[in-house]
């Protein structure tokens, strides 16, 4: 993957994280996976032309939203 498309793919992270905090906070938890996988389908649909073939975009942006969270979270 081009440093260019991993640059774009964090962005639409950082921006799909920052949404999944805002709409999760004061939810019950039972509700968080419903609300995160219709985030990630939507900010998915803006970058499946980016990563390579080997796995869907949404699976892509979901391991880039990991780790995004977990860099901002030290």
Same mark, same amino acid.
């Given at each position: 993957?081009?440093?260019? =498309?991993?640059?774009?793919?964090?962005?639409?992270?950082? &921006?799909?994280?920052?949404?999944?905090?805002?709409?999760?906070?004061?939810?019950?938890? &039972?509700?968080?996976?419903?609300?995160?996988?219709?985030?990630?389908? *939507?900010? =998915? &649909?803006?970058?499946? =032309?980016?990563?390579?073939?080997?796995?869907? =975009? &949404?699976?892509?942006?979901?391991?880039?939203?990991? %780790?995004?969270? *977990?860099?901002?979270? %030290?």
């Amino acid at each position: 993957m081009t440093p260019i =498309a991993e640059n774009v793919l964090r962005a639409v992270a950082r &921006k799909c994280r920052s949404e999944i905090i805002s709409a999760i906070d004061g939810r019950p938890k &039972k509700e968080h996976d419903r609300i995160i996988t219709t985030l990630l389908n *939507k900010h =998915a &649909k803006s970058i499946t =032309a980016l990563p390579p073939d080997t796995f869907p =975009a &949404k699976r892509w942006l979901a391991f880039y939203v990991r %780790q995004v969270d *977990k860099e901002l979270r %030290q």
